[in-house]
């Protein structure tokens, strides 16, 4: 059917509203734009309850029209984008529907925000601790379509980690639970954790389950600068082996550093650029976060041209929002970025920044690397002029090589933005035949018409 036949039966057989004509482009899009990624979509549904998204999903299987689920926006591998059909937006999916404190969980709708997830644990006493960057953009249920990580997750784990069960439409039109919320419950397959991570293409997360922890009374970060990778690279792992748990071990190399350093917050006595900065945080009770920088300290000294140890809450603060700004600072250095989040073992973290640097130079591009040095996931920046397709073009062919470099070093092509469109051929890269055979048989069981985010995951 077209467009406008579409749209008018669709919003007389759903409850929420349904946009169609111009009102749709603000949806076709996510944070791939500068790369010139765009969809299209006959329509879209502002889904305002659970039962809006198993009504939309209802009708679209009864039709046969793919259906595309989007949060905030703000992914990085074109999980959002559509090809045709309806999106549902689950923006305004907003509600609290248990938080309590007494027994550290709750249950959110999945477009509430991360930012206010974070505020609404903390408000309660509590602590939810993964922190995926553009956490005023990105909802709760992008989150757990991605299994987003962020810098806190060399401690305590991704998303899913934090996941106890979840409300999911799923095809042909029905809402399901999986996960109880209790803390041990193993009476069927873990169907939840299937779900986490599955991008929109099993079903349609409506809420979420969380488990929350009580707040670590301090942290005390060591930010060190290196003359040269190999020494960085060398105290990431030095670091591991501290004798503490590190709660976050990130990373910028001199690159990522240049683009952003003019806004580091923090006194620094070194003079000229370094080659590479390591910023490693012990938490814990006062005691414990004072020792484990003590602790992270002595491993990073070793090779270092300068070490600080920030201890004010206000210092700690300013530099986690600078470096939660990296990203921000490489899209706007030359206006276009292609930026992939390939992961590695940690001891092959020099040779995927390296691999970044020689491709790079191969498209006579830019680039640039940061990320999650303790998880071995490294965000390999290309950066080139807004508007030149060409460019853009080279860029998109220097992540082909990186990807192939992360899977030659026995990683992998995504830690944490997802397959999604952009590195849909990928995976058949990183997976055995049987492997994506196994893929693929999911799929089919959840999604029969291969309708749900059709050609993203696994293609």
Not at 408 to 415: A, C, D, E, N, P
């Amino acid at each position: 059917m077209n467009a406008a036949v579409l749209s008018r039966e669709l919003a007389a057989a759903v409850d929420a509203p349904v946009l169609d004509g111009d009102a749709v482009a603000p949806y076709l899009l996510d944070a791939t734009e500068a790369r010139g990624l765009r969809g299209r979509a006959d329509a879209v549904v502002l889904a305002r309850t659970a039962d809006d998204v198993a009504g939309v999903l209802t009708w679209c299987y009864e039709h046969d029209v793919p259906l595309t689920t989007r949060g905030g926006g703000s992914g990085y591998a074109g999980g959002a984008v559509p090809d045709g059909g309806v999106v549902v937006a689950l923006a305004g999916l907003r509600s609290v529907r248990s938080i309590e404190p007494l027994q550290w969980r709750a249950e959110i709708e999945s477009g509430v925000t991360t930012h206010e997830v974070h505020r609404l644990a903390l408000e309660n006493g509590l602590y939810y601790p993964p922190d995926p960057g553009a956490a005023e953009q990105s909802q709760l249920g992008g989150n757990v379509a991605t299994n987003a990580g962020g810098p806190h997750a060399f401690k305590y784990g991704v998303t899913g980690a934090w996941v106890t069960g979840l409300e999911v439409a799923i095809a042909p039109g029905e809402l399901v639970t999986f996960g109880r919320g209790l803390r041990k419950d193993v009476a069927g397959y873990d169907v939840r954790s299937l779900l986490v991570g599955s991008e929109g293409t099993l079903g349609i997360v409506t809420a979420v389950r969380l488990r929350l922890i009580p707040p670590p009374q301090a942290r005390r970060p060591v930010v060190a600068f290196y003359g040269d990778a190999a020494a960085g690279t060398a105290a990431v792992v030095r670091a591991m082996a501290s004798g503490t748990v590190p709660a976050a071990i990130e990373f910028l190399d001199g690159a990522a550093f240049a683009i952003s350093g003019r806004a580091f917050p923090l006194a620094v006595e070194r003079s000229g650029r370094p080659a590479f900065v390591v910023i490693a945080e012990a938490d814990g009770s006062e005691e414990e976060a004072a020792s484990g920088q003590v602790l992270l300290r002595e491993a990073l000294s070793a090779d270092a041209e300068d070490v600080l140890t920030p201890s004010r809450p206000e210092e700690v603060a300013a530099l986690w929002r600078w470096r939660d700004g990296m990203g921000i600072a490489a899209d706007g250095y030359r206006g276009g970025k292609v930026s992939e989040d390939v992961g590695v073992p940690v001891e092959r973290l020099a040779e995927v920044i390296a691999a970044t640097h020689e491709a790079a130079a191969a498209g006579q591009l830019d680039a640039c690397c940061w990320g999650h040095a303790g998880d071995g996931n490294v965000h390999s920046s290309f950066l080139f002029d807004g508007g030149d397709a060409a460019a853009g073009l080279r860029a998109a062919a220097a992540a082909e090589r990186v990807f192939d470099a992360a899977l030659s070093l026995g990683g992998t092509v995504t830690g944490e933005h997802g397959i999604g469109l952009v590195k849909a051929a990928q995976l058949p890269k990183q997976l055995s035949a049987a492997a994506l055979g196994i893929h693929r048989a999911v799929k089919q069981l959840f999604d029969p018409k291969g309708l749900l985010n059709p050609g993203k995951k696994v293609a």
